[in-house]
DNA sequence: TATTGTTATACTCTATAACTATA
DNA sequence: TATAGTTATAGAGTATAACAATA
């Protein structure tokens, strides 16, 4: 050693990420993060913050009147009991309100109040623009590709046509 | 109404997801939920599922001997208290050891045990097995530019040349 | 005064299984 | 027997703030 060490044993300059540089699970994972932590800081104080489901059940009942619990469950990628806990908190906290199907007595609608349309407006712009800002260092054309290939992923996923 | 309602108000087909339709976010969240879950499965029983940072820790301190709790923190996008905690799990586990840097008696390295290391090398292949088959019904071209464009988003969230 | 790491805490999500009621 | 939804619970991750030691 002809000089003394002043820095640490490995900087962040000098990583290399092993096999996880060439992992997509990786970066998806990732960038969900940061992605995620980024929305929650935007949508702090608001009913929806937190988690995953809240925004999309949100919207589901707010334009598709008398959806049930099962399908947006599927939509987002919970099982029933999972979905029952978001329907309650939402109800709890004056969002929607569900009501017994009077074609099949096991299953519910849900229909949104005022309040939650109020907050379904509100929810619309501030997601969509967060999206927006956080990939803004993405190139247009390259976010057009990356969601395209994202959505074909999710349908296929969520068992969607 | 001329016939009687057999079907849910609003069945899976029926579904348009609203402004998520077009939002980056909402399919890296939903994309993230279904691969890290499939992930953890395959992880099963192995002191590096759940969560996100295990992994990536293993992997670091085998690869860099000697890497900072503060180094790795930064790559998996967690604060200093969440990185403790993981290292503390990790080294009761008995997965690494820490010692204090001669450098900076406020610093620590990492360094892998023989169990770590032995581990290390399943996960390598568990974990990059588990991305190319989750991800198999993408095509191989479109995988490639998925991962780069994520890969320059990841680098550029957390700090990376 | 800034940095590295620790501790404590409160909150929330996650997964699982067992349960009721209806079809 | 299968389906829609409920309930209970154990385990784990998350965020925050206050703290000690060192540079």
């Known amino acids: 050693m002809l000089e003394p060490k ?5 900087s962040i300059g000098d990583i290399d990420l092993d096999v996880l540089e060439d992992t997509l699970s990786f970066y998806i994972r990732t960038v969900n993060l940061a992605v995620s932590r980024d929305l929650d800081e935007r949508l702090e104080g608001l009913d ?5 489901g809240k925004i999309t059940t949100l919207l589901m009942v707010d334009s ?3 959806i049930r619990p ?17 329907v309650d908190q939402m109800e709890n906290h004056g969002l929607l309100t569900r009501e017994t199907s009077v074609d099949d007595n096991r299953a519910q609608e849900l229909y949104i109040t005022e309040k939650g349309a ?25 976010q057009r590709l990356l969601m395209d290939i994202l959505r074909r992923a999710y349908r296929r996923i969520a068992g969607l046509p």
Chains 1, 2 share one sequence.
Do not use: N
């Open 70 to 86: 099962s399908v947006i469950a599927q939509l987002i990628l919970k099982d029933r009991s999972a979905m029952g806990r978001l």
């Open 118 to 142: 109020q907050l379904a407006v509100q929810v619309r712009a501030l997601v969509t623009q967060q999206s927006k800002d956080f990939f803004a260092f993405i190139p247009e054309d390259e």
């Open 6 to 10: 002043k820095t640490p044993p490995i």
């Open 64 to 66: 598709h009147p008398g």
């Open 48 to 52: 929806v913050a937190r988690g995953t």
